[in-house]
């Protein structure tokens, strides 16, 4: 997502971030859209050229140290100087004491002002995480992501076309589902996609006649994960005798999944198609490729290379003739 809300910081709990709302609640709905942090330096100096909009501030022992220095009219001066710039929140490290006066500019100018147990270190590497997390690119898709032989694979399909059945089909092979039904995507730094299930309906999935089974109750936890990257697509499409299928593999198709291009299959569904061996070869043939074995451009290759030996030597033999 692009941004999000202070009051995120507070409710969550995976981070460790430790954080109580101490004043400005009525800015709780400002918004943070980047995942750097500031200590504001100088600016409580009076030099604010750099202080970055929309990003979260942090107050350590430094700066309320310094703020202790001065009368009681500069502090305030200082800190209104401060709230009164485009700023998601400012955060106090270390339980250190905050005065009355910090909480009434930040009620007055609607800026939350936060406190967490951590040391500033601690709580920076904690924040920046979550942060990186949170503002990642992300949406939902309707189908299926399973690990096969260590391979993310999203399966796409119209409903009803056997997306789930394939899962379970390979399941029961030994690998492992990641989502059913609804797959959340998340973009990460240098462009790779991770797809997890929704929290509701994890390790479950839908079988059309027998209903909803979960599958880390029926096959054990070695059967599910809950996160993997997405390496590869394939789409279930019907089979059509008048649409022509790749047949050699030659030419390499790709699908967008959040702005990054992933490497995509178009599998025709008929009966009699045993689509779990199928997706399994696909697998292994997409690792044979990451080690720079192309089976179908090597075929090719060679079969080039004995058409051409071949029209050499009959042109050598018309010659003598």
């Known amino acids: 997502m692009d941004s999000i809300r202070v009051s995120s910081l507070i409710a969550d709990k995976e981070f460790d971030l430790r954080l109580e709302l101490l004043a400005g609640e009525t800015g709780a709905d400002r918004k943070i859209v980047s995942a750097r942090i500031q200590k504001p330096g100088l600016a409580l100096a009076g030099f604010t050229e750099h202080i970055h909009k929309d990003r979260l501030q942090i107050f350590g022992n430094t700066e309320l140290s310094y703020l202790q220095t001065l009368s009681a009219a500069d502090q305030r001066t200082r800190m209104r100087a401060l709230f009164q710039l485009p700023i998601s929140c400012l955060i106090v490290t270390k339980n250190l004491p905050v005065n009355e006066m910090l909480k009434q500019e930040s009620n007055d100018a609607r800026v939350p002002l936060l406190r967490s147990s951590h040391l500033s270190s601690t709580f920076i590497d904690n924040i920046e995480r979550f942060l990186q997390e949170a503002l990642t690119a992300s949406t939902s898709v309707h189908g299926v992501l399973i690990d096969v032989i260590g391979v993310g694979i999203l399966i796409f399909g119209k409903s009803g076309i056997g997306k789930s059945e394939l899962a379970l089909d390979l399941v029961t092979r030994g690998h492992r589902l990641v989502a059913d039904d609804i797959v959340d995507l998340k973009r990460k730094p240098g462009g790779s996609v991770y797809g997890s299930g ?28 809950d996160r993997k990257k997405v390496e590869m697509v394939i789409e279930l499409v019907d089979w059509d005798d008048r649409a022509e299928y790749d047949r050699l593999g030659i030419d390499e198709h790709t699908y967008a999944v959040l702005d990054t291009e992933v490497p995509l299959l178009v599998i025709p569904v008929r009966p009699g198609r045993n689509l779990g061996t199928i997706v399994e070869v696909a697998a292994r043939n997409h690792l044979l490729k990451l080690q720079g074995h192309h089976s179908a451009r090597e075929f090719q290759e060679k079969l080039s290379k004995q058409i051409e030996q071949a029209t050499l030597t009959r042109g050598i033999g018309d010659e003598v003739e």
Not at 198 to 225: C, P, T, W, Y
């Open 198 to 225: 929704s929290e509701i309906i994890q390790h479950h999935m839908e079988v059309r006649g027998i209903g909803i089974i979960n599958i880390k109750d029926l096959f054990g936890v070695s059967a599910v994960r």
